[in-house]
C-alpha cells in the first residue's frame, strides 16, 4: 500500500519525523505495519482521503493522485 502525507498547520510530528513531499508516496507492506509505523512517529490524528478525489468541504483539501492520502490533523478540537 502506498500513501502519500499532507498535514494542516504543522509539517512534523511528536517525535519530530517530517512528512515526506505530497508527491513521493511512502509503501507499507500491510496496514499493520503503518499502523505500528505512525504509533512510533506519533503521527496523531488523521484521516484517509481516497484516491482521485476533489476538493473536501470538511478538510478543505484535494487528492488528485493514484494513492491514498494521509491527512493530518491538528492536535487540538
Do not use: C
Amino acid at each position: 500500500m502506498k500513501l502519500i502525507f499532507e498535514g494542516r498547520n504543522d509539517n512534523q510530528t511528536g517525535s519530530g519525523w517530517k512528512y515526506p513531499l505530497e508527491t513521493d508516496p511512502v509503501e507499507f507492506e500491510t496496514l499493520q505495519e503503518f499502523v505500528e509505523w505512525a504509533h512510533k512517529v506519533e503521527l496523531g490524528r488523521f484521516e484517509f482521503i481516497p484516491p482521485n478525489t476533489g476538493w473536501r468541504d470538511r478538510l478543505a483539501t484535494t487528492n488528485h493522485t493514484p494513492y491514498w492520502m494521509v491527512y493530518t490533523q491538528n492536535g487540538y478540537d
